[in-house]
Every structure is written in C-alpha cells, then in structure tokens.
C-alpha cells in the first residue's frame, strides 16, 4: 500500500477559568485530546481561519464600535462581536466561538439567534461573503483580564508581543509534535519540536531535544505526552506564532488546584460523507491516466488525509494475481470541498481498482468522515 502525500497546507468540556490562571502553577485538567477552549490572538485567527472555524477562542484585543457593530480593533480583515453577555468595561478577554462565515451556508441555524443583516451591509453589500473575508465571534463574553504574577503558557499564547526576546520559565503538558491538533500549524525548525500545553494555551517549544534527567521524549509517540516539563528559554514570533527556544528543561508536577466549567455544546451538523465521485462506483472502461475525484459534503482538516486513503487493484477472479498498488499523491480543495488523487504513473489496463477512504479523515467541527469506498474498472487506454 502507498501512503498518499498531501501538498498543503461540547457537552461539558474541561477549562480552567480562575483569574489566576496566568500563574505557571495553575492549569487545567488533563485532557486525552486538547483543549476545549484556544487561548490565541486576532492575528492567529485570520491566519489559520480554517483551523479555529468553529472553535471556542479566548483573545485579548480592543474592541471599536462602527454603526452599532462591534468588531476587533487594529486587524488586517474584520473579525465582528456578537454578544451574549458583556461585563462592564471595554478591557479585558473575549470568549466566544470564532466563524469564518464563507465557510458556512446562509441561513445556518446556529445562527439564528444572531441579525448579520447590518453587518453584512457595512461589508459586503448585503451579500453572503466569501471564504476569508468576514469573521464573527458570537456567543461573546468579555471578562476582566487575567491577573499574571509571571509568564505562562496562556499569556504568552494571548499576548506574545508583550514576551518576544524575554526569557520565561513555564510549565505545562508534553503534547508531542502537536499531535492532538492544539496549533494551526508546525514550527519546522527541527525534528524535536514539541508543543508545551497547560489550560487554554498551548505554545511550540525548540532549540532542546525533550531529554533529561528522569525524561528522554519521543515528539512523534503518543504514548509520551502527558507528562509535564518546565522549560526555560526565550520567545520568539514567527508570523503570528509564538515559540520558545528553550535553554533548560526539567520535570514538574500537575497543579493542584483545578477549576472545571462548562462549554455550551453546539448543534451539530450531520458527519461530513461523501457524496460524487469521479470516476462513479462500479464504473468500466475508464482511462488508465484517470484523476480521481471525491467530493466531500463540507469542509474537512486537509492534514488528516494523509495516511487515510487506500488504492488497491482488486482480483477479478479466483487465483488472479493482482499488481502492486498504485502510487499517487492526494490534494484537498477546499473550494470544491474535494480530495483529488493523482497517479504517478498510469493504472494498469484491465484492473478493478479500489478507492478507500478510512477512519481518521475528520471535519472542521472535529467529526470523522465516515468510512467509503469506489471501485471501478480501467480499459485499454
């Protein structure tokens, strides 16, 4: 089997919420996957839009008012404030659930509660943007900003300008090379990055191997996060990024004192599936230089397609024996909602080939696409 390359790039949820929680020895309950809320910045958003579509956000930033529309000051695209509750005084963080709205329909029931007619008069003349033009937060909350004796994961994720080129000393939870999807994206500097997490933030960690005295982390194993570190290093930005180069690393202990607070859970939308495919199921006679073709139902993570397709040629009959599987590479387009398989070299002629998609391929709101299958028949050319 060829493993397929790809060329780019709720109920009662578990969040600490206390004041204090800028202080390095608080932190969140252990979660197996992530966190339920990402504490992050206005940048962050419309850079990696597609990776918090959908997501609860915590931010600091000064908010502006425009003809009775609330949106977030000084950003290079609008990102606008739908309230649920605003606490007096206009400082502080903004919690809420960050949308791209070009990635939903119109007329999306889990904004029902919502009027975006103003908005999108100021914006778009009316009409229902398109993808990376305007973002809202509803369900918005501001609260007091977080009281912080020192550096922490979380105010480092939520103000990184305020850290950049000081050195800090932060614990938080080995998550490996951002295997439980905590960050938008990989930081590439070398082979032992990691991502340190605790509470609602979570920031890249280089410049050291993850080994020491009673630890030697392996970035790329599961089985291995959960435990806590402490680093020392300073921070740096790359884009809208924070890391820290790290110049001490020891282990700790999970904090003590823990709060846990509900998450509202959002209607959720049916399990992303496939709905056309070119070639069609059972189809015969189709060109060996063919591109396949598979539409998905919605938008789905194009890093998890990776290593969750199969092409296979099937025996026609009993005893028959079958060519090695085909190599190809896969490219999502997030236009047509479509994952586009191309061969690198032609089928073989006469072959029933077999298309999987398996488990492990997931959608923007985190559910799995389900399991699908295409076969179809190759002719003489």
């Not at 990696?48 to 956000?57: L, P, Q, R």
């Not at 905590?182 to 050291?208: E, I, N, Y």
Request: net charge neutral; aromatic share 8%.
């Amino acid at each position: 089997m060829e493993r397929s390359g790809l060329r780019r790039g709720p109920a009662f949820a578990v969040l600490a919420a206390l004041c204090l929680l800028g202080s390095p020895h608080l932190s969140s309950v252990t979660l197996a996957q992530g966190t339920a809320r990402s504490a992050t910045t206005a940048a962050a958003l419309i850079g990696a839009a597609v990776f918090y579509h959908g997501k609860n956000v915590v931010i600091e930033n000064e908010t502006v008012g425009d003809t009775g529309l609330t949106r977030l000051a000084a950003t290079t695209r609008p990102i606008f404030v739908f309230w649920k509750d605003r606490a007096p005084g206009g400082k502080g963080e903004i919690r809420g659930e960050f949308w791209d709205l070009g990635r939903t329909e119109q007329g999306d029931s889990r904004f029902s509660g919502y009027d975006f007619s103003p908005m999108l008069e100021a914006t778009t003349r009316g009409r229902w943007p398109r993808r990376d033009e305007v973002y809202v937060i509803v369900g918005a909350t501001l609260l007091p900003p977080s009281i912080s004796t020192a550096p922490s994961l979380r105010s480092i994720a939520l103000a990184p300008d305020r850290y950049e080129g000081r050195e800090v000393k932060v614990v938080g939870r080995f998550k490996g090379r951002n295997l439980y999807g905590d960050l938008p994206q990989a930081l590439g500097k070398t082979k032992w990055d990691f991502v340190l997490q605790s509470a609602d933030g979570a920031v890249w960690v280089t410049g050291m191997r993850p080994k020491g005295k009673g630890f030697d982390l392996d970035p790329l194993a599961r089985v291995d996060t959960g435990r806590w570190l402490e680093v020392t290093g300073v921070v740096s930005i790359v884009g809208s990024m924070p890391f820290i180069t790290a110049s001490a690393m020891n282990p700790a202990t999970a904090p003590q004192t823990l709060v846990e607070v509900p998450v509202p859970e959002q209607p959720r939308m049916p399990a992303p599936e496939v709905i056309f495919s070119a070639p069609v199921h059972d189809d015969r006679d189709v060109e060996c230089n063919v591109r396949v073709r598979v539409q998905i139902s919605r938008d789905i993570d194009p890093r998890t397609i990776d290593g969750h397709l199969k092409v296979t040629y099937v025996a026609l009959g009993a005893g028959v024996q079958t060519p090695p599987p085909p190599t190809f590479t896969a490219a999502y387009n997030d236009v047509a909602h479509a994952i586009e398989i191309r061969f690198a070299q032609p089928l073989e002629r006469f072959q029933q080939v077999k298309v999987e998609i398996t488990e492990g391929i997931i959608g923007l709101d985190r559910q799995p696409v389900k399991p699908w299958t295409l076969m179809f028949t190759t002719g003489g050319t």
